[in-house]
């Protein structure tokens, strides 16, 4: 799709992003790396299981409370500790974890989940179903929880033996083991429940327990000797650095402070350059959005709705500000996952703003109206937010933006319902009915103004009951095409994931939810 007019004061900063990215190298594919680094198999004699791998991210965890969390993407810094009752395989299929086997009973209202036995928490206390039941039920009760309507279907845990348990359900939820790999499976030790230090002192059952935690700054992990799976050689521990800036991130790889650095399409190419380094680039279920509050400002009429989405000029988004490791979105979901509606390509929106003033006269606003749109605090979505605030302003929207900190900003957004808008990126969730249950449902937790359509409730009630895989993804494509026509949100772009990485990393790879298999992340043992 070409480039559009945009305004002037975007235009500069376009302009002069584009001759950095120009000046630094011509795009990348996926994994490319400079300097010989390799991302082939690596044989296990050839690890070093007491190594220490130094990772740049560039915002911490809401809280270690895995219950109590409010960012979906806080999963990056709870796997480690916590094992989840189903894990993921790289294609977001759920295999076995923490429960060794599954099976759908009752017609759908009851599942049936067999324990992995001989498993404990850091602290020593057993993992059994008393463990999951206590879990479960602290979930859907305990003060701040970020997970509870994730399980409001869930009515009861039996726990016919110490390897067993069944959750009985009011009604069938095809997205449970969905929920039961992220933050709703996520199983703490019941006998620390109570500390009042959990949201910095993790106790979970995971491969690593966190052994230092200093809020925005640094995390160590170390490597948990008892861990159930003898096969994952891992790293005696990981350093996780909290780097905001990530110019700071790619000086720290350059240098070798870290092995390992979450970076963007600007610097790819940069990093791509360096001796011995590996860029790996995905495409996840992540994508930088601009969230609506339904219930605020002049949100609840769909054509205001829809002028937003013409105004945004996605294509310019993606070139100038991600340096191409993005492509316009009008829907959550990427090409080539089960979930995308192939009828909503990426320019189902073009960028037309006569056509958005058009929407905003009709809806009684031809001067256009303002609100406020938080921005979550970090580089690219400040920019992300400059340039929204710009387009929207050649149509008569005046946004006025309030930078958020990163880590606070589901809080704010979500939980306090402070700003009219927000711009940040949306973490990807293991199930597609997960995503829309928590944004666009009456009772989802990222629909803090609880408005929807009763044809999208419908549609995802019905989702929700139907365990055939193939109806269920039709029903799924057409809650799609409620959420675009209605245009319930302005999806920008779907951002790709780029984490450099230096010739000491093995096994990297990078789940279709976003974050990183640290079963897998391992060192190479120096010549």
């Given at each position: 799709m070409p480039i559009?007019?945009?305004?002037?004061?975007?235009?500069?900063?376009?302009?002069?992003?584009?001759?950095?990215?120009?000046?630094?190298?011509?795009?990348?594919?996926?994994?490319?790396?400079?300097?010989?680094?390799?991302?082939?198999?690596?044989?296990?004699?050839d690890l070093?299981?007491?190594?220490?791998?130094?990772?740049?991210?560039?915002?911490?965890?809401?809280?270690?409370?895995?219950?109590?969390?409010?960012n979906g993407q806080d999963i990056r810094y709870l796997a480690p500790v916590y094992d989840r009752l189903v894990h993921l395989s790289s294609a977001g299929d759920p295999i076995p974890g923490l429960a060794t086997a599954w099976e759908w009973q009752d017609d759908g209202l009851a599942l049936r989940m067999t324990l992995r036995q001989d498993v404990r928490f850091h602290?020593?206390?057993?993992?059994?179903?008393?463990?999951?039941?206590?879990?479960?039920?602290?979930?859907?009760?305990?003060?701040?929880?970020?997970?509870?309507?994730?399980?409001?279907?869930?009515?009861s845990v039996e726990t016919p033996d110490p390897n067993t348990v069944v959750l009985r359900l009011s009604k069938r939820n095809s997205m449970l083991l969905g929920l039961l790999s992220h933050r709703a499976g996520a199983m703490a030790s019941p006998t620390a429940f109570d500390n009042p230090d959990l949201d910095l002192a993790p106790v979970g059952t995971g491969m690593y327990k966190v052994t230092s935690y200093r809020p925005n700054d640094v995390i160590v992990y170390e490597r948990n000797p008892d861990y159930w799976n003898r096969d994952v050689v891992g790293a005696k521990s990981i350093e996780l650095r909290i780097l905001p800036d990530e110019v700071t991130r790619m000086n720290a790889?350059?240098?070798?402070?870290?092995?390992?650095?979450?970076?963007?399409?600007?610097?790819?190419?940069?990093?791509?350059?360096?001796p011995g380094m590996t860029v790996h680039r995905d495409t996840t279920l992540t994508y930088l959005v601009l969230y609506l509050n339904r219930a605020r400002s002049e949100f609840g009429d769909p054509r205001v709705r829809q002028a937003l989405n013409y105004a945004v000029n996605r294509q310019a988004i993606a070139q100038g500000i991600y340096f191409g490791a993005a492509q316009p979105t009008v829907q959550p979901f990427p090409p080539d996952y089960y979930a995308y509606n192939p009828a909503y390509p990426g320019d189902f929106y073009p960028h037309d703003p006569a056509k958005a003033r058009q929407l905003l006269a009709e809806a009684g606003l031809p001067d256009g109206f303002e609100?406020?749109?938080?921005?979550?605090?970090?580089?690219?979505?400040?920019?992300?937010?400059?340039?929204?605030?710009?387009m929207l302003a050649e149509v008569g929207i005046k946004a006025t933006i309030r930078n958020v900190e990163a880590a606070?900003?589901?809080?704010?957004?979500?939980?306090?319902?402070?700003?009219?808008?927000?711009?940040?990126?949306w973490g990807g969730r293991p199930d597609p009915s997960m995503t829309i249950d928590l944004q666009f449902t009456s009772t989802g937790f990222s629909n803090p103004g609880r408005v929807t359509t009763p044809r999208l409730e419908e549609l995802q009630r019905?989702?929700?009951d139907t365990l055939d895989p193939d109806k269920r993804r039709d029903t799924i494509h057409q809650e799609v095409g409620e959420l675009v026509d209605q245009a319930f949100q302005v999806p920008i772009v779907l951002d790709e994931s780029v984490i450099a990485t230096n010739q000491r990393i093995a096994g990297f790879e990078l789940l279709v939810t976003g974050q990183v298999d640290f079963q897998k992340l391992a060192v190479r043992k120096q010549q």
């Open positions: 559009r007019r945009v305004p002037a004061v975007f235009t500069a900063l376009l302009t002069a992003l584009l001759a950095v990215a120009l000046a630094g190298c011509a795009p990348i594919s996926p994994s490319e790396g400079g300097g010989g680094a390799s991302t082939a198999p690596v044989a296990r004699e070093d299981p007491e190594a220490t791998i130094r990772y740049a991210d560039a915002v911490g965890p809401s809280r270690f409370d895995p219950h109590r969390s409010t602290d020593g206390a057993p993992f059994d179903s008393a463990a999951v039941k206590a879990n479960i039920e602290r979930e859907k009760t305990v003060e701040g929880s970020s997970v509870a309507a994730d399980l409001a279907s869930v009515t790889l350059r240098t070798g402070e870290v092995d390992v650095a979450l970076l963007s399409g600007r610097l790819a190419g940069e990093a791509s350059g360096l609100f406020e749109m938080l921005v979550t605090a970090l580089s690219t979505y400040t920019q992300a937010g400059e340039a929204i605030q710009q606070q900003t589901a809080d704010v957004y979500y939980r306090q319902q402070q700003g009219d808008a927000l711009v940040s990126q019905t989702a929700l």
